[in-house]
């Protein structure tokens, strides 16, 4: 908290509309890659530091989440608090695999609305310039 943290926290308090969670992992308080914890996505940096803005993963189809499916990431990271998916490696299976959890009800839509919403105030901010 003390050093890896200082960037995002600046970067809130300078007004980001956008965060970008990284793959890695911080086994103090996961131990599941960052954009598939809600310990990190919802609880630390929504809201403990206050971030409302867009939080968009990493490439999904980089080598560091090869152990998971394009479905499979999508789903995790929408659980986690993600608003945006960077490059599934599958975007068709990513969509599937979302479409199926909301159907199955392991996903809501009400978490998928959050995820709309925001991405709207964003757009909007930059609509008007």
Sequence with gaps: RAGEL?????????????????????PALDDRPAPFSSAIVTELLRQELGFDGVVVTDALEMGALGDYTS?????????AGVDLLLCPGDPAEALRAL?????EGELSRERIDESVLRILRMKLRFSEG
């Excluded at 200082?6 to 911080?26: K, N, R, S, W, Y």
């Design 6 to 26: 200082l960037p995002f926290i600046a970067g809130i308090e300078a007004g980001a509309d956008l965060v970008m969670i990284g793959h890695l992992t911080v």
């Design 71 to 79: 479905g499979e990431s999508a789903v995790l990271a929408v659980q």
């Design 99 to 103: 479409s199926e959890a909301v159907k």
